[in-house]
């Protein structure tokens, strides 16, 4: 062996050939293989071995459980992970000096190579009281093929000229306002991160103007904002836009110069808390605002958020800090990030940016690629030379081009097969859709007036019952008199908007703030629900929600009149 290869490799203590050869062995395994029987047996025997040892020692055995930790990391944030550096698994500090911290960095960033990611640097502090140098990195997945990419979906909400296009524009454009408008988005429009946390722009790409499969292919996550109406004329299609997209995260928009007023005090807020979707606060126009206007606007929203109707943490986002250890705590749904931003100066932006590139949605519990495949049908089109096409999301299952699906409720409750020609996530054409994604898919055989929004997309091997009534766990949130039986309202329920009758309460009448089990039944036709499915209903000012608790199959309806 040669004298070079005898050398302890300042990065870690391996040598040459020892990394070269183990390098090779990880980059043979797959995330499965890392997560398999076949690295057990080193993580038990070196399982007493604390982190900072496996960071600095650099023992083959110590390098291949830090791959398989960082492999289980990657798989639970579907593709990403932010691990801090100097703090041990449980809790207390490493007390690692300026030489061991970059030592560790060398380690984290050999690691994530083997595994085909990127390690990046987001932020560096010492500490405490002698707790020593630490900081948080980024590792994340390369990009690969468009079906792997990480997508997070989110509403923005806020009232009429709360900024929400202009935001979107200055996010997605890379570019700055004039304060006229001149970035204004309209509608859906997406956001790329590439596998070192930066924003992809045409710059980076040597373009003048991206599209969104210049996007697809740059980047390893992408950000899918969609962008709600803010009037109130336009209450239906924002409670749609919220209820049937499946969105990870709520942005509401304010602006500074005039507070929490119209749709955004009564309407947004609530939508959000309702659905259980984990919200944060973007307070715009902080450079048009004088300064005591902006403290009344911030005081009056830390008092609403407080509220018992709330009863959320609000923090004042001003640090790389405070991004950080917030986005890890995100969705714990109790945390409620305020940021503030001017799309002309652009004070506040790249703290917004670093939130949106570090958060995830981590939910592995909600999207089960292996459970049989189910897709919402949120929008149908008729494409000329392709056919029918619905979008939507896939909520279990992967589909694949070619793939048989049952495809109803039609008017009549029934399930007809159908064939998928094609499939497209971002305009961009994939072979599959996993659990999780958002996707287009071109039908065979099916008729445009044949499909509505609300109908689903199911496995053949299951057996898709369409149901009138059902039962719901309900709160009142508003209502001016009473509500008794026969009463009826605009019901959502994911995907599905119809309005539906109350046919059974386990009360009298209910007032605010009441909680019941009620039945109720639907006027039009039946469609397909699940237990446990959260609901929002509506009449006028009456709002209320609930959870789908029990359905009813045709022989348990009753006659009602």
Not at 344 to 350: F, R, W
Not at 421 to 446: D, T, W, Y
Request: glycine content about 10%; aromatic content about 6%.
């Amino acid at each position: 062996m040669m004298a070079e290869d005898k050398a302890v490799w300042d990065a870690g203590g391996l040598s040459m050939s020892d990394a070269v050869a183990l390098a090779q062995k990880l980059a043979a395994a797959t995330l499965d293989d890392l997560n398999g029987d076949s690295f057990a047996q080193n993580d038990e025997q070196i399982s007493s071995t604390s982190t900072k040892d496996l960071y600095l020692n650099g023992t083959e055995k110590g390098f291949t459980v830090l791959a398989r930790r960082i492999a289980d990391r990657l798989k639970t944030g579907r593709g990403e992970a932010v691990v801090e550096v100097g703090v041990d698994d449980n809790g207390s500090p490493m007390h690692l000096t300026d030489a061991e911290f970059q030592t560790c960095l060398k380690t984290i960033s050999r690691v994530a190579d083997t595994l085909n990611a990127d390690a990046r640097v987001l932020s560096t502090s010492n500490g405490q009281k002698g707790d020593g140098v630490n900081g948080f990195v980024l590792i994340r997945r390369r990009p690969g093929k468009i079906e792997e990419m990480l997508e997070l979906r989110i509403c923005t909400v806020g009232n009429v000229d709360a900024g929400k296009s202009t935001l979107l524009g200055v996010l997605t454009k890379d570019v700055l306002d004039d304060g006229r408008g001149k970035a204004r988005l309209p509608g859906l429009e997406i956001m790329g991160f590439n596998s070192t946390g930066e924003v992809v722009t045409p710059t980076m790409l040597g373009k003048n103007k991206l599209n969104w499969d210049d996007i697809c292919h740059a980047a390893s996550k992408v950000i899918t904002f969609i962008d709600l109406a803010g009037h109130e004329k336009y209450l239906k299609t924002t409670v749609f836009g919220m209820t049937g997209n499946s969105p990870d995260f709520v942005m509401l928009m304010i602006g500074s110069n005039a507070g929490i007023i119209g749709m955004t005090k009564g309407k947004h807020l609530g939508l959000a808390l309702a659905l259980q979707v984990p919200v944060f606060i973007v307070v715009t126009k902080i450079d048009m605002c004088p300064k005591n206007v902006l403290e009344s606007t911030l005081s009056q929203l830390t008092k609403i958020l407080k509220s018992s109707g709330c009863r959320k943490v609000p923090v004042m986002i001003s640090s790389i800090t405070d991004v950080l250890v917030t986005a890890g705590n995100f969705t714990s749904e109790r945390i409620c990030p305020i940021f503030q931003v001017s799309n002309v100066s652009g004070d506040g932006l790249d703290l917004l940016k670093l939130f949106l590139n570090v958060i995830n949605a981590n939910q592995i519990d909600k999207y089960n690629p292996d459970q049989p495949v189910e897709y919402q049908i949120t929008d149908t089109f008729s494409v000329p030379g392709v056919g029918t096409v619905v979008s939507g999301t896939v909520t279990s299952g992967v589909v694949h081009v070619g793939d048989s699906l049952l495809l109803g409720p039609d008017p009549n409750g029934h399930f007809m097969p159908t064939m998928i020609k094609s499939i497209q996530r971002k305009r961009v054409a994939v072979p599959l859709a996993s659990a999780g994604h958002s996707a287009s898919f071109a039908l065979k055989k099916v008729k445009r007036s044949a499909l509505r929004k609300g109908m689903v997309m199911l496995s053949k091997n299951v057996d898709p019952k369409a149901v009138y009534e059902f039962e719901a766990e309900i709160l009142v949130l508003y209502h001016s008199t009473t509500i008794s039986m026969k009463y009826q309202a605009m019901l959502h329920c994911g995907c599905v908007r119809q309005t539906a009758k109350i046919v059974g309460m386990d009360k009298q009448i209910l007032r605010t703030g009441d909680r019941a089990f009620v039945r109720f039944r639907f006027m039009q036709h039946p469609e397909y629900l699940k237990i446990g499915t959260r609901l929002l209903f509506r009449e006028g000012r009456t709002k209320g929600v609930g959870k789908v608790t029990r359905v009813f199959a045709e022989g348990e309806l009753h006659d009602h009149k």
